[in-house]
Structure formats: structure tokens, C-alpha cells
């Protein structure tokens, strides 16, 4: 039987990380601070779970697009157990990925005491992230022990039938809102509308240029503003659970875009998106 082997950053099925707790992102970023983009160091020191907590990584921002390069976000993390800030620095990475700032910000604000995997994987289903029950279920497990390290929350593993459960302290908004420079953290809200366009476009006050592929196009790039590529691939051919999944991505990257740089918005026309000029 074929070991089953995660997902790379950018396929379909790493719409949430999986397969790994807070303890082995710091393990995988100290290691490439001390050994440099060495993917052998890597997997030396996380065995079976490298693969895991690379895509993991990746996905989270800590290391740049393609790369084993740490990030700054990355570096924050690297560091922080030597001058003892690992807390906050898992906090920042809890509000730099969208599906775990809204479920953060969420939960937190509806000033609930306690929340199990259950309701956090619902919670998600509800907003379109996660392309399934059972990446939902595993991304809140990694989710809960990131909430643990950063100092909002306390888990509770699930033991004789009870789910494992986040209990919030008493200060996670107070935390969130000093991390933010003193900003109010964020009020529990419904998910944006989902726009029903066929095509959409980013509109940044500069230029504007059409998201979709080319027809026929079997990959998707997108160019970082350091110059690097990354690429979805698809099948030659999709079937409708290829298509949910492929949806529930890409509506995770509008969320993202609208909630951390404010600059997207679809539109709905018959002409399609307008070139920049």
C-alpha cells in the first residue's frame, strides 16, 4: 500500500495545515535558522512529519514561496524562544493566515469560555475554508495547539470520548488588541458574501488585472512582490468535488486579500476584467 504523502503548497488539498503541532513549527524554523535551506536537516529533525510541517510552513508564511528561506514572519518564530517572545510570535502567525485569525477573532469576541474542534471546523465550513470535513477537523487540531502556544487558550485533549477543546482565557482580546498597537481586536461577524461573478479583478488605485487563467490553462501563477512565482497545478481533467475545492481555495484567497490589504473586488460583467492602461 502507498504511504500517503501531503500535499505541496498551492494543490488543492492544503486549503488548511495538518499533521503537526505548534512544537514542530519550532523545531522546523530553528532548524533553518541554524542549518540554512537544508531540506535533509529538516527532515533529520522531523522524521515523519517534515513533509507536514514544510507545507505547513509554507502555507503559514513563514518561509518564502518555493523556498526553505525564512520569512520575517519565520525569523520572528526562529528567534523567539531565545529572547522569549515565542508567545507573541505565534500570535502574529495565528493573525497572518486568514482561516485562524477569523476563527480567533471570532471565537474570542463571542467571549464563549469554551470552544471543541467540532465548533471550530463548523465554523469554517460555514465560511467556505477547508476543502473538507476532514481537513476542517485536522486544521482545527493544529489551530488549537498554535492558540495554546501563543498564550490565548489552554487545550484540552479529548480523552474517553469527549473532543479536545480550547478554554479562551480571560485576556486573549486584551492580547490580540496589544499585539495590534491598541487596536480593538475584531467583532465576531457573518463571512463576505461570496460573489456569484464570472470573472474578478484586484483594483488597487494603480492598476488592475484579470485572476482568472488563460482558457484551457492547466496551471494558475501568482508573482510575489519579490519577484518569485508560485503555481497551482490542476488535473487534465476535474470532477465536481475537484471544482468544490478548487472554489473553496480561491475563495479563501479573496477573504484574505479583502481582510489584510483591502484591494480586491469582484465584479460581475459581461466584458470581463478591464486592462490596466
Given at each position: 500500500?502507498?504511504?500517503?504523502?501531503?500535499?505541496?503548497?498551492?494543490?488543492?488539498?492544503?486549503?488548511?495545515?495538518?499533521r503537526?503541532?505548534?512544537?514542530?513549527?519550532?523545531?522546523?524554523?530553528?532548524?533553518?535558522?541554524?542549518?540554512?535551506?537544508?531540506?535533509?536537516?529538516?527532515e533529520?529533525?522531523?522524521?515523519?512529519?517534515?513533509?507536514?510541517?514544510k507545507?505547513?510552513m509554507?502555507?503559514?508564511?513563514?518561509?518564502?514561496?518555493?523556498t526553505?528561506?525564512l520569512?520575517a514572519?519565520?525569523?520572528?518564530?526562529?528567534?523567539?524562544?531565545?529572547?522569549?517572545?515565542?508567545?507573541?510570535?505565534?500570535?502574529?502567525?495565528?493573525?497572518?493566515?486568514?482561516?485562524f485569525?477569523?476563527?480567533?477573532?471570532?471565537?474570542?469576541?463571542?467571549r464563549?469560555?469554551?470552544?471543541?474542534?467540532?465548533?471550530?471546523?463548523a465554523f469554517?465550513?460555514?465560511?467556505?475554508t477547508?476543502?473538507?470535513?476532514?481537513n476542517?477537523?485536522?486544521?482545527?487540531?493544529?489551530?488549537?495547539?498554535?492558540?495554546?502556544?501563543?498564550?490565548?487558550?489552554?487545550?484540552v485533549?479529548?480523552?474517553?470520548?469527549?473532543?479536545?477543546?480550547?478554554?479562551?482565557?480571560?485576556?486573549?482580546?486584551?492580547?490580540?488588541?496589544?499585539?495590534?498597537?491598541?487596536s480593538?481586536?475584531?467583532?465576531?461577524?457573518?463571512?463576505?458574501p461570496?460573489?456569484?461573478?464570472?470573472?474578478?479583478?484586484f483594483?488597487?488605485?494603480?492598476?488592475?488585472?484579470?485572476?482568472?487563467?488563460l482558457?484551457d490553462?492547466?496551471?494558475?501563477?501568482?508573482?510575489?512582490?519579490?519577484?518569485?512565482?508560485?503555481?497551482?497545478?490542476?488535473p487534465?481533467?476535474?470532477?465536481?468535488?475537484?471544482?468544490?475545492?478548487l472554489?473553496?481555495?480561491?475563495?479563501?484567497?479573496?477573504?484574505?486579500?479583502?481582510?489584510?490589504?483591502?484591494?480586491?473586488?469582484?465584479?460581475?460583467?459581461s466584458?470581463?476584467?478591464?486592462?490596466?492602461?
Amino acid at each position: 500500500m502507498a504511504t500517503e504523502k501531503p500535499a505541496r503548497h498551492g494543490d488543492l488539498q492544503t486549503a488548511l495545515p495538518y499533521r503537526f503541532h505548534s512544537e514542530d513549527l519550532l523545531t522546523g524554523v530553528e532548524t533553518l535558522r541554524v542549518h540554512g535551506a537544508d531540506s535533509r536537516a529538516l527532515e533529520a529533525a522531523l522524521r515523519s512529519k517534515a513533509a507536514y510541517v514544510k507545507a505547513g510552513m509554507d502555507l503559514l508564511g513563514l518561509i518564502e514561496a518555493g523556498t526553505l528561506e525564512l520569512s520575517a514572519l519565520g525569523c520572528d518564530l526562529a528567534y523567539g524562544r531565545q529572547d522569549g517572545s515565542h508567545q507573541r510570535a505565534f500570535l502574529r502567525v495565528l493573525l497572518a493566515f486568514e482561516p485562524f485569525r477569523s476563527a480567533l477573532t471570532h471565537f474570542v469576541a463571542s467571549r464563549v469560555d469554551v470552544s471543541d474542534v467540532d465548533n471550530i471546523a463548523a465554523f469554517w465550513g460555514r465560511h467556505r475554508t477547508g476543502v473538507s470535513d476532514k481537513n476542517r477537523s485536522e486544521g482545527a487540531l493544529v489551530f488549537s495547539h498554535i492558540c495554546q502556544a501563543a498564550g490565548v487558550a489552554k487545550l484540552v485533549v479529548g480523552r474517553s470520548g469527549e473532543k479536545s477543546r480550547l478554554q479562551w482565557e480571560p485576556n486573549a482580546a486584551t492580547q490580540i488588541e496589544n499585539l495590534n498597537g491598541g487596536s480593538p481586536a475584531p467583532k465576531a461577524s457573518e463571512p463576505p458574501p461570496i460573489a456569484e461573478a464570472p470573472t474578478a479583478k484586484f483594483s488597487s488605485g494603480v492598476a488592475t488585472r484579470p485572476v482568472a487563467p488563460l482558457p484551457d490553462s492547466e496551471s494558475f501563477r501568482r508573482v510575489t512582490r519579490q519577484g518569485s512565482i508560485g503555481r497551482l497545478e490542476l488535473p487534465t481533467s476535474v470532477d465536481q468535488e475537484d471544482l468544490r475545492a478548487l472554489q473553496a481555495q480561491i475563495e479563501a484567497i479573496f477573504a484574505f486579500v479583502r481582510a489584510r490589504l483591502g484591494v480586491l473586488s469582484l465584479t460581475s460583467t459581461s466584458r470581463g476584467p478591464s486592462e490596466p492602461s
